[in-house]
């Protein structure tokens, strides 16, 4: 409870030092690459995106240091969620499969320097948010935490949060607790995440609003609408703002915002219809598709 | 006994299948919209009101079918996922969530719930699945993962839609792509926002369509709505090889056998066009279990869950006769009766009230319908065949309020004036074959008038100088009209018969005085100078009795450039040139002239307006600078009528002298040219023009309020036009109107001609005489064509009585 207490007392400080700052996008240019291509994921060091279809059909990374394309996958599923590994060096990627009409998925590695593939993890039933652990990964599935690394590992497991059947799932002391922070029957969670520091949860509740609370599930911040939402720091987070009519994506743009909620940048430009951003503080990038399938990167600065 | 003895044999069946089973399977439901908000489709159905939430929404319907799914799903050992469980705006949520919840679940298959809108004219099952249709080789801008996962599915789903038998289905079932459907019935480059960025298997069910009125009252049950759930159900489980339901389902509607639905919304041909018997039970004989079909015009019935075996199941309403029928429920099945329930008429049909029900001694508008009420419902073959009417008129028979009313609608308004007899002879019967006890008959007598008469109208019949700008279309008829048609019924033909689109703005109806009616209007654009048009009135025109116009009228004109600018003008009427001269006149007040914007020339023009409050009573208006003329010379003047029928003179003063000279009858509304030669003055004398004079030429209510405008006066030495006409100004007709006969003064029997047209060109009459007959004629306004020697004139005539 004390932990709680200070770390309550200190998301106040930092928010409230947060007002003054402003944020400017310095640069932005179109990936430049031949396909339509959709929700990016940048690494740490915010110098290659992975990227895929509009349905998750393979998956391919840009280099922006070299400005070359490597496919990496062409399997359904595997632009489902990738990500880079701690180091920058691998990528964790899915294969998904039907058996039996049950959609199963597997876990793969792609080592960048050598494009080596490695089966991390045999075909899971109902996996869920891979998460990185020294130099592979967590993740749920069908129910229970799984960890895959290169080599044995004894490094006790990190806080760690994800969804099952859309309740938040908060792994911390050895054991999952359910998270309700909006303590109603019928929330459904939505893209749930632990900030860098791992003392917060962002969330988006259906039909109610994103938000961010502490590991205890206590609301800290309500940020309104804010769909697909990620960190940038642990003082920033970026989502989108989408609109439709029912039928089809009618508008939508990127917005940066503050934890507090009181520092509101849009970060897309006023004749996109733009989605599913991703950020990498390190590398002071932005990075968002379009709903027509171009990627734009944007270079930031926050003063 | 022998019902429990099946029924037990059904529980043994039963308990030999294998019990479907689910568990592992994750289902996301997704009913579709949320809330009850605009985008959320009400489907307005009585007795409910526009907005009211307790009324047929697509959003709610959805709902009760994804509960209800959900329920059996999760008994079935399924995870589900489904995206709401309320119906508010908040649950309306965005697309993008909507696929975030589906894929962050991790779910086999998302299922969008919905129905669909076909303006009310179609209803079918539509499945759009996420992906192409099998034969689409277009490129999207986005691949779609599963597409053939998401086809399979999707038509499993569709056959077993499709199977509902208490519908009636406009065509088969429809499996589609959602990009190739976006794309081509759509105009989307890339499918639905729902399917966009899934990725499992997913698709938007349109079971059916809800704006087909019927569905929509079927969509108020709820067993109807648990019933596509189950449908679902079924194809789940078979798709993930789940094993069957263990039971079976009865599902059917219950409606009357004969008695038609008399409502306005449209209805397939089938069952949908006949009674639904609303509070109808129905009873499943084996397990005295009932159900009692709603309120709502659907007579839907559903006994649910039923282990596999024979059934009785048993309709019952009060007023019917009762069925029973022997059903085999099997396991997996929803097996679909439908009941026809008969009325149990046990007495002989009679007529309980009608109209016209007047005294014989009060008479009835000879529009009217004649209308018979019933103590039953009555078979049409023996009853129309026992309705006569004498004198016969040929008329139409139709049956309404579930046929427990007769109603007998004449071609043609009846005879004025005459006593008819209806009779219903007793062979008359109702559908249980019971006749009438004796004969009915009844009387009635019509008034003295069957037609609604166009009075006066402008253009009239043969107008050759319809100015072609802007001309008004005025048209007077002898009661006040009932406006429901007359935007289409009264219009202006080119010449090729394409109508002439109205000045929506300018349309003025019914703005004369009681009982007359009238209509007045402008074109959206111009005539063509030298064109024929055509004024046409409907003969559906009516009044606010009904009673129509029956013939159709159809008035010739031509439009014409009336500004004639080839002769000296002597008079511009910049200013006002001419004042009312109350010692000239004779029973005319509120005489005024002033100049006005109503002009063809210049600035203004001159308005002359006055009450002349008696017929032959004159207003007469004194020039304020006489101009000189003798009997060499032509006047011509633009004149703007004011459809009085009255007559507008030209006042010629030689020292004590006055003569008056006819200009024209003001019989038109709108700019003319009217010109006439001075002969009728006396020779080698000068005459200066002293004043106009209009007078009234009959008792006509309308001719009393005069408003003449006139422009441009011109004199000259010889005749513009070149039509031959009769020195008409010692020609009179009279009485006009006129009641019995008209006669013709100044011109002898021997050389002339009196033809009557109606104002649509039609000749009624001819004769050689300077009198003739007009008894017969009804009331209305007509053309009098005057043929003498070789020249010819035409005038208006009214007949009134």
């Known amino acids: 409870m004390k932990t709680s207490k200070t770390w309550l007392f200190l998301f106040v400080v930092v928010a409230g030092s947060l007002s003054a700052q402003t944020i400017t996008v310095m640069n932005r240019f179109k990936m430049p690459v031949a396909t339509n291509a959709f929700y990016p994921v940048l690494n740490q060091n915010g110098d290659k995106i992975l990227f895929t279809s509009d ?9 922006l240091t070299t400005k070359s394309v490597t496919n990496i996958s062409d399997h359904p599923g595997a632009g489902y969620e990738p990500m880079f590994d701690a180091s920058d060096s691998k990528v964790f990627y899915r294969k998904t499969t039907y058996e039996n009409r049950r959609r199963m998925d597997a876990i793969e590695s792609f080592e960048l320097v050598n494009n080596k593939k490695v089966l991390m993890l045999p075909p899971q039933r109902d996996l869920k948010q891979v998460r990185n652990f020294h130099n592979g990964f967590l993740v749920t599935a069908d129910r229970k935490l799984l960890k895959s690394t290169f080599g044995k590992n004894a490094k006790a497991l990190p806080v760690y949060v994800t969804t099952q059947d859309l309740k938040i799932y908060l792994y911390k002391d050895e054991k999952f607790q359910i998270l309700n922070p909006l303590n109603e029957a019928e929330s459904r969670y939505l893209w749930v995440s632990l900030s860098p520091n791992a003392k917060m949860i962002l969330f988006t509740a259906a039909g109610k609003g994103t938000y961010i609370c502490d590991l205890n599930g206590k609301i800290l911040a309500s940020l309104g609408s804010l769909n697909a939402p990620v960190w940038y720091d642990d003082q920033y987070v970026v989502g989108m703002q989408d609109k439709d009519d ?13 934890v507090n909620g009181k520092i509101k940048t849009q970060i897309s430009q006023a004749d996109e219809i733009a989605m599913y951003p991703t950020a990498s503080a390190k590398g002071g990038k932005i990075a968002y598709n379009t709903l027509d399938g171009k990627i734009l990167v944007t270079e930031i600065e926050i003063k | 006994m022998k019902y429990k003895i099946s029924l037990l044999i059904c529980f043994i069946f039963a308990f030999g299948l294998n019990a479907q089973n689910l568990t592992g399977i994750k289902i996301c439901i997704n009913p579709g919209h949320g809330g009850y908000d605009s985008d959320d489709r009400n489907v307005v159905i009585a007795p409910y009101t526009s907005g009211d939430p307790n009324g047929f929404w697509e959003s709610k319907s959805n709902l009760d079918k994804g509960l209800q799914l959900r329920s059996m799903l999760e008994a079935a050992g399924a995870t589900v996922i489904i995206t709401r469980t309320t119906n508010t ?5 965005p697309l993008t969530q909507i696929v975030a919840m589906a894929n962050q679940s991790g779910v086999d298959f998302m299922l969008s719930i919905h129905s669909n809108a076909g303006n009310g004219v179609a209803n079918y099952v539509l499945m759009l699945y996420a992906g192409l249709d099998a034969t689409d080789t277009y490129t999207y801008p986005t691949a779609t993962p599963w597409s053939d996962k998401s086809r399979e599915i999707s038509t499993e789903i569709a056959q077993n839609l499709y199977t509902n038998q208490i519908t009636t289905w406009s065509s088969t079932y429809s499996i589609r792509g959602d990009k190739t459907f976006g794309r081509t019935a759509m105009g989307w480059s890339d499918g639905y926002g729902v399917l966009r960025g899934l990725a499992v298997p997913g698709v938007i069910s349109e079971g059916m369509m809800h704006d087909y009125i019927p569905e929509a009252y079927r969509l108020m049950n709820m067993e109807y709505k648990w019933l596509e759930a189950w449908n679902f159900f079924k194809s789940f489980c078979a798709y993930y090889n789940a094993g069957q339901i263990i039971t079976g389902n009865i599902a059917g509607s219950v409606r009357d056998i004969r008695l038609p639905l008399e409502t306005s919304y449209n209805k397939f041909a089938g069952r949908d066009r006949l009674l639904p018997l609303n509070g109808a039970i129905l009873t499943l004989v084996e397990t005295g279990e009932t159900y009692t079909a709603d309120q709502l015009q659907n007579g839907v019935f559903v006994f649910k869950n039923l282990s596999p075996g024979v059934y009785h199941v048993k309709a019952e309403k009060d007023g019917y006769y009762p069925q029973t029928q022997e059903i085999t429920v099997t396991a997996n099945n929803t097996v679909y009766f439908n009941f026809g329930l008969n009325r149990i008429r046990n007495t002989p049909p009679q007529v309980i009230s009608y109209s016209p029900d007047v005294a014989i001694t009060d008479s009835v508008e000879a529009s009217t319908d004649i209308v018979l009420n019933f103590n039953w419902d009555m078979d049409e073959t023996t009853t129309t065949p026992a309705f006569s009417i004498t004198p016969h008129v040929e008329g139409k028979i139709t049956y309404e309020d579930t046929q427990y009313r007769l109603r007998f609608t004449p071609d043609k308004p009846f005879e004025k004036s005459t006593i008819y007899t209806v009779k219903l002879a007793k062979s008359a019967s109702h559908p249980d074959n019971l006749s009438m006890t004796e004969d009915f008959s009844f009387q009635f007598l019509t008034k003295n008038r069957n037609r609604l008469a166009l009075l006066t109208s402008y253009p009239y019949q043969g107008n050759n100088q319809v100015y072609n700008v802007a001309p008004n279309f005025r048209l007077i008829f002898d009661r006040k009209l009932n406006t429901t048609n007359i ?5 202006v033909l080119d010449e090729n018969g394409v109508v002439l689109a109205k000045n929506a703005r300018s349309v003025v109806n019914n703005s004369v005085s009681a009982p007359y009616g009238s209509t007045y209007f402008s074109l959206s654009s111009n005539l063509v100078a030298g064109k024929e048009y055509t004024l046409v009135v409907d003969g559906d025109v009516a009044d606010e009795v009904g009673m129509e116009v029956v013939e159709p009228i159809a008035i010739k004109f031509r439009a014409a450039n009336v500004l004639v600018t080839t002769q000296p003008v002597v008079e511009s009427f910049e200013t006002v040139s001419y004042v009312f001269d109350e010692s000239q006149s004779v029973d005319a007040t509120t005489a005024t002239t002033t100049t ?9 023009s001159n308005k002359f307006a006055a009450a002349i409050n008696t017929q032959a009573g004159f207003a007469t208006f004194k020039a304020n600078s006489p101009v000189i003329v003798n009997n060499q010379k032509v ?15 030209l006042q010629f003063t030689a020292g004590a002298e006055v003569k008056y000279v006819k200009l024209c009858d003001l019989n038109f509304r709108g700019w003319e040219f009217h010109e006439v030669e001075l002969t009728s003055l006396a020779p080698l004398t000068d005459y200066q023009l002293t004043g106009y004079r209009i007078v009234r030429k009959s008792n ?4 009393a309020n005069v408003e003449v405008y006139v422009d441009n006066m011109l004199l000259y030495d010889e005749m513009i036009s070149s039509v031959s006409n009769i020195a008409d100004v010692s020609i009179k007709i009279y009485p006009n109107p006129a009641v019995n006969f008209v006669r013709v003064s100044g011109l002898d029997t021997e050389n002339t001609v009196l033809q009557l047209y109606s104002i649509n060109g039609t000749i009624l009459k001819e004769v050689q005489a300077i009198e003739m007959n007009i008894q017969d004629i009804a009331v209305g306004t007509y053309i009098l064509r005057i043929q003498y020697k070789n020249q010819m004139i035409t005038r208006p005539l009214i007949i009134s009585r």
């Open chain 2, 700 to 703: 006509w209510l309308f001719s």
């Open chain 2, 487 to 491: 935007q289409s019924a009264i219009r």
């Open chain 1, 55 to 63: 349905g998750y059909n393979g998956l391919s990374m840009y280099d």
């Open chain 1, 246 to 258: 029912g039928q089809v994506i009618t508008s939508s743009k990127v917005i940066m915002m503050s």
């Open chain 2, 635 to 649: 006047i011509g003047l633009h004149v703007y009528g004011d459809l009085t029928g009255n007559e507008l003179q």
């Open chain 2, 89 to 93: 705006t908040a649950d309306d949520l």
């Open chain 2, 596 to 604: 006005s914007s109503t002009r063809l020339f210049g600035s203004f």
